[in-house]
Nanobody
Framework: QVQLVESGGGLVQAGGSMRLSCAAS????????VGWFRQAPGKEREFVAG????????YYADSVKGRFTISRDNAKNTVYLQMNSLKPEDTAVYYC?????????????????WGQGTQVTVSS
């Protein structure tokens, strides 16, 4: 089992920045890929960013490319999502998830463990 806890959400004005953290406990987190997803009201959960087990590969949705950066510190069992130039359309509940493989995929159904989510609200 892996337990994930997100933190760092809140309210920010458009153009601002925010950093989300995803702290893991349980099984060997450092061997697994991690993804950040988000879900806005009335919409499906969508892939935002992903990072491979050792941080060597990162992936981003087109909507956040150039604005968001995913990183990980395996010594701290933590993955981060730095979000810059935030837009109102970034408003959503953000979830981190991990899968027991080293590579990133974008389909939510292929992730085994999920955090409870953290709300990000960007005001215009």
């Amino acid at each position: 089992q892996v337990q994930l806890v997100e933190s760092g959400g809140g309210l920010v004005q458009a153009g601002g920045s925010m950093r989300l953290s995803c702290a893991a406990s349980g099984r060997t987190f450092s061997n697994y890929a991690v993804g950040w997803f988000r879900q806005a009201p009335g919409k499906e959960r969508e892939f935002v960013a992903g990072i491979s087990w050792n941080g060597g590969s990162t992936y981003y949705a087109d909507s956040v490319k150039g604005r968001f950066t995913i990183s990980r510190d395996n010594a701290k069992n933590t993955v981060y999502l730095q979000m810059n130039s935030l837009k109102p359309e970034d408003t959503a509940v953000y979830y981190c998830a991990t899968r027991t493989f080293i590579n990133v995929v974008t389909m939510p159904a292929q992730y085994n463990y999920w955090g409870q989510g953290t709300q990000v609200t960007v005001s215009s």
